[in-house]
């Protein structure tokens, strides 16, 4: 047996009805070196006396930490300050991993082991019915940076990751007191600014996406979460890798979100963003407002 340990981590919020499959879906792999790390971010249903149960029966180790609820990028952080694995993967309490997941990341991850330009692996997600998750993804292996594979390749959708735990740790998600939301996009791009991931067109990842879940409820979160959603539009608007009209999306919504933070003028929030493209942003914006108000005053 590879003498590699894998961190398998869950984050969940009152998934005691759902985190079986995840639990399930370990006891069968037919690679055994790994853990399995939950952080309850203030579940009030039965998760921990279940998660308690599992423990008894696994032959694997539990690591089960309860927080305040924080959202779930702050269990991430608090999942890595746990792992002691080398990979470290998380597997949404909503999802799970076919049988032969794990000898297959250590099958893919020996091949860029020692190459300290590759910050891990990646794969499709699908459902159970086989509908793919992440689309347009046609090459069977692709190792390039995530803005390439999005831009270059437009390869669309979530992807599941399997990253060096090593790296994950030194790039934590940002956190911002009374806000429980952060996109993960937001530390995947600015994992692609300094490496590339194997990018492997083969699905060991079932995910389903609830209807009250994270994804399906995002920009209601990005509102919640003001100061971060100013810091992710900020960010996006800088990158000169993604495309002129993504980043002028990107910088309607900075300009949306930017009166929040009223402490800044508004020069100062101007230098923080790109100055022609903002200005640009700023002029259409209120040549629309402008508009708007001629069409209901003459209605």
Known sequence: MSSIKISIFTPTYNRAFSIHRVFESLQKQTYRNFEWIVVDDGSTDNTETLIKEYKKNADFDIIYYWQKNQGKHVAINKGTSLASGELFSIVDSDDYIISNA????????????????????SFPIVTKSGEFLTKNFIQKELICNSFDLSYKFKVSGEMAKV?????????????????K??????????????????FINNPLYIGEYLEHGISSNYWENMKKSPQTAILYFTEMSNYKKIPLKTRLFTLENYWKFSNVNTSLSFFEKLK??????????????????????????KS
């Open 102 to 121: 794990l000898e297959l990341f250590i099958y893919y991850y020996t091949k860029i082991k020692k190459d300290s330009t590759i910050a891990g692996l």
């Open 163 to 179: 990253m060096k735990l090593e790296i994950m740790r030194n790039f934590p998600f940002p956190q911002f007191t009374n806000e």
């Open 181 to 198: 939301f952060c996109p993960e996009s937001l530390i995947w791009k600015r994992i692609a600014l300094s490496y590339k991931l194997y």
């Open 272 to 297: 923080k963003v790109p100055f022609f493209l903002s200005i640009y942003v700023i002029i259409r914006f209120y040549f629309k407002s402008f508009s708007n108000k001629v069409k209901n005053n």
